[in-house]
């Protein structure tokens, strides 16, 4: 293995994103097509060293929230469907079509522009229309007229309308189906008109595990490819692709009454024995985590104190006396051995799994796990 350079990495374990996919696939069932969103870098994974993994396990699309992201993954993979979920500007639309990349719409503006850059190629620029239910964040007002503009998107050349979708908002389970039913509404009418649509989707990770009935024959699931759980059906088991460690890289002893760290916000209330660990808020660690969060060393919660810096942490020893200078603490673990997983993480952060994994930053090296050994290490700021 290269070396790290660095005692804080993240592991991302590929064996587990695979039997999370095969999982989803068995569940969802071989007429439902899975685009396996990858935006936000995988969510803190690497976009493009766990796409394969994703691919080969049952993925269809790639789907990601920005051009660049799209743009990122073609580069690497030349024949994977890739899917922006979100708005590209008019300006930039030219890169999708080159790079058959399937581009979200909602307006006749953009379909038009689509459809002339089709031409200019010699090719189909593909889209999938959004529609709106209800979130009120992107895609066709839910009204006629925008039944009749979407009609007129099928009869433009040089553009294939690949599909139609959109999202729940997850306000609850009447506001939920409420959504449904005009997406259901809206599509009905337009195949009334004559116009099909290879894929419909709404379903996102939670909305695809606890409603089987809405999953069409499309599902963008994020969270769940990398083992997060929001979804209820307890019956569903995943597994947690990410671990977060460190090591320990100074000790000391405070005695009672010293202070430690900005504003001297934690005081030693006894004789105590303080580690210092070397990762921060900028490696992506919740700022807020003070005096609520933890690292393992040696299968024992070592506490969080003092205010959490850039760079480095300190943790309370005082309970752990045999730890030393080298020993492996467990930022993010899976929840056994008293590790915090990111579902722990997340609620003591007061904000969601998927904020915990896609704000760890690429500082932070990422080490790759496949068939239960390394694989490859990901050392983004050495990277051209
Ligand atoms: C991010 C996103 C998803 C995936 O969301 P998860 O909750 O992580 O499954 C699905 N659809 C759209 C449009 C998204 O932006």
Known sequence: MEPLLRDTYVEINLDNIAYNMRKIKEIVGSDVSIAAVVKADGYGHGAADIAETIMEN?????????????????????????????????????????NNIVQTIFSMRQAKILSELGMKHNKNAHVQIKYDTGFNRLGYKDCQESIEEIDNIFDLKNLEVDGIFSHFALAGKKEDEEQYEKFMNAVEKLEAMGRKFKFKHICDSISGIDYPQYRLNMIRPGAIVYGLKSYKDDSVKLKQAMTFKTRIYHIKTLEKGEGLSYDYLWKAERKSLVGTLPFGYADGYPRNLRDKGYVTINGKKAPIIGVICMDQCMVDLTDIPEAKVGDEAVIYGDGTYNTMDINEASRLAGTNKNEIVCRITRRTPRVYIKDNKFYKLSNYLLQE
């Open 58 to 98: 049952g993925g269809d699309f790639l789907a990601v929230a920005t051009l660049t992201e799209a743009l990122q993954l073609r580069k690497r993979f030349k024949d994977y469907k890739i899917f922006i979920m979100g708005y590209t500007p008019d300006e930039y639309l030219e890169y999708v079509v080159i």
